[in-house]
């Protein structure tokens, strides 16, 4: 099994590697931003649940977010692993992940930060924007916000899981192809 937290701030290519890391090793790919909408869209339990924190301005706790995972994980035993987008955000969330993952038997293989400087990123994201329609990517000075929010959410995370010797960078400047050959190179490398 290879179980992959892919991160890397707005912009910097994680829905492009994503792509080509489930084509080469049959990985599902969980965004918790597609969870979100799938959920609140077909009204299942959680996501009715998830509303009900959300129409009242407050965060989703942790317990739904992990429900809505475990049900994705369950529904697709057929892969050989995972690539969680999003998620991880904190570190009580890492450790209820290694949680869901441990009652599985499984564990994660490894958190890739896809590592793009902020120039960089608002550079994209200003260019995505002109097709997207995004609201959030036609100002730079959102996109700089939301690059500075992933900062602060994400180093903790990195943090926690190369305590335990599973985080890597990877440049994420260059063509899509020599960052996914890196991006290999590291999954190669626990799975030898």
């Given at each position: 099994?290879?179980?992959?937290?892919?991160?890397?701030?707005?912009?910097?290519?994680?829905?492009?590697?994503?792509?080509?890391?489930?084509?080469?090793?049959?990985?599902?790919?969980?965004?918790?931003?597609?969870?979100?909408?799938?959920?609140?869209?077909?009204?299942?339990?959680?996501?009715i649940l998830a509303?009900?924190?959300?129409?009242?301005?407050?965060?989703?706790?942790?317990?739904?977010?992990?429900?809505?995972?475990?049900?994705?994980?369950?529904?697709?035993?057929?892969?050989?692993?995972?690539?969680?987008?999003?998620?991880?955000?904190?570190?009580?969330?890492?450790?209820?992940?290694?949680?869901?993952?441990?009652?599985?038997g499984q564990s994660?293989?490894?958190?890739?930060?896809?590592?793009?400087?902020?120039?960089?990123?608002?550079?994209?994201?200003?260019?995505?924007?002109?097709?997207?329609?995004?609201?959030?990517?036609?100002?730079?000075?959102?996109?700089?916000?939301?690059?500075?929010?992933?900062?602060?959410?994400?180093?903790?995370?990195?943090?926690?899981?190369?305590?335990?010797?599973?985080?890597?960078?990877?440049?994420?400047?260059?063509?899509?192809?020599?960052?996914?050959?890196?991006?290999?190179?590291?999954?190669?490398?626990?799975?030898?």
């Amino acid at each position: 099994m290879i179980n992959l937290i892919l991160f890397g701030p707005p912009g910097s290519g994680k829905g492009t590697q994503a792509a080509k890391l489930v084509e080469r090793y049959n990985l599902l790919h969980i965004s918790t931003g597609d969870l979100f909408r799938y959920e609140l869209s077909h009204n299942t339990p959680l996501g009715i649940l998830a509303r009900s924190y959300m129409d009242k301005g407050e965060l989703v706790p942790d317990e739904v977010t992990i429900g809505m995972l475990r049900n994705k994980v369950e529904a697709h035993p057929e892969v050989d692993g995972y690539i969680f987008d999003g998620f991880p955000r904190t570190t009580p969330q890492a450790e209820a992940l290694d949680a869901l993952l441990a009652e599985r038997g499984q564990s994660i293989s490894r958190l890739i930060m896809l590592d793009v400087p902020e120039e960089e990123v608002v550079n994209r994201l200003l260019a995505r924007g002109k097709d997207s329609g995004r609201a959030d990517d036609i100002n730079a000075e959102i996109i700089r916000n939301r690059f500075t929010v992933y900062q602060k959410e994400t180093a903790q995370v990195f943090d926690f899981y190369a305590a335990q010797g599973k985080s890597a960078k990877i440049h994420g400047v260059g063509s899509i192809e020599d960052i996914f050959a890196a991006v290999c190179a590291e999954i190669d490398q626990v799975n030898a």
